[in-house]
């Protein structure tokens, strides 16, 4: 059995490109292997947060998370900051970083440019990242491309960390899948699919009602062909959108390619948006049951326990190693 390591930002509510790029992926891991499934809030103030709307994402992704389908009983849902040992295994993360390997990574280049005080955290975040995949002995992280550079990262500071000091961390796996990885924009198809993009009718939220998905799905942007064909090189936008449905029906792309044949972009996309609605709406059904219950106040303190105790034996080795602390007898 292998040992599943995840988080995701509440910083926005989660996308049809989260849910088929990841989430819907985790319901199946957690069957055959220990998962722990982790709502990163330290990460979310690497930029400024409203206070109340933050902990109001947080409540909502531990909600969305339940709803998709994970376990409690399977897995181990938590909020990281209700577990003090990431933070503490970031500062000891930071300690055995480089400056130049963190400005190094493209996330860091690409937020700070061009800005003025910007958070020492955006720097940081790497070895935070680390942090919170190391403490559980993690073996494989499922992660999309724009966090592979980050992980590779995680990987070179437990080496480093075995090497210098003891050999206390496991070297992760990185695990992408293969399709639904990186879902797009539905208003720019070069870009991917964001929850922070400013531009509502570029993504799906998982909480849109069904006129919203409806319209958006819509006013997606296509091209001039009006052939529905997979081409990721001469028809992105339409790739896109035949990747979505593919995976929200269990189609072969190829088997949608042969029913939408000679039927134009129209048929095409409300079919789609059915599609997605049919989908979605026992998750949002879930979800509403969850969202003010004390049910999940339960599962989330349970997972901190469960999580706290498997932290702090990690933890509390690595500082030996480092020779933080008294020796006790």
């Known amino acids: 059995m292998n040992t599943i390591f995840s988080g995701i930002q509440p910083s ?12 819907r992926h985790f319901v199946d891991l957690q069957e055959e292997n220990q998962c722990y499934f982790c709502i990163v809030d330290q990460h979310a103030i690497t930029v400024p947060q409203d206070r109340l709307k933050l ?6 992704l531990a909600a969305l998370y339940l709803a998709v389908g994970i376990d409690p009983k399977k897995s181990t849902l938590f909020i990281q ?4 040992a990431h933070a503490q295994m970031g500062w000891i993360m930071q300690c055995v970083s480089y400056i130049g390997e963190l400005e190094r990574m493209t996330q860091f280049k690409d937020k700070s440019a061009g800005k003025e005080g910007v958070s020492s955290a955006l720097l940081t975040y790497p070895p935070l990242m680390a942090a919170d995949i190391l403490l559980y002995n993690t073996d494989i992280v499922p992660v999309g491309e724009d966090q592979k550079q980050h992980l590779e990262l995680t990987r070179n500071l437990a080496e480093r960390f075995n090497s210098q000091h003891n050999d ?4 992760p796996e990185i695990q992408t899948p293969k399709v639904g990885a990186r879902i797009m924009s539905l208003a720019d198809p ?9 531009n509502v009718k570029s993504y799906i939220s998982m909480l849109d009602d069904e006129k919203q998905i409806e319209k958006k799905i819509k006013s997606a942007v296509t091209d001039s062909e009006g052939e529905v064909r997979f081409d990721k090189e001469e028809k992105p936008a339409i790739s896109n959108l035949l ?8 189609q072969s792309i190829e088997q949608l390619e042969t029913t939408y044949k000679n039927q134009g972009y129209g048929t095409f996309k409300q079919e789609l948006a059915t599609a997605v609605i049919d989908k979605i709406r026992p998750i949002q059904t879930r979800y509403n049951e969850l969202i003010e219950s004390p049910e999940l106040d339960d599962i989330l303190d349970q997972g901190a326990e469960q999580a706290h105790r498997v932290a702090n034996k990690t933890l509390k080795k690595a500082e030996r190693a480092m020779g933080l602390g008294r020796k006790r007898k």
């Open 168 to 171: 206390i961390f496991t070297i």
């Open 55 to 60: 902990r109001k994402n947080i409540r909502s």
């Open 243 to 250: 990747s979505i449905f593919s995976l929200v029906t269990d």
């Open 12 to 23: 926005g509510t989660i996308t049809l490109g989260n849910y088929l790029g990841a989430m």
């Open 190 to 198: 070069t870009k991917k699919m964001s929850k922070s993009d400013e």
């Open 81 to 84: 900051s209700e577990v003090p």
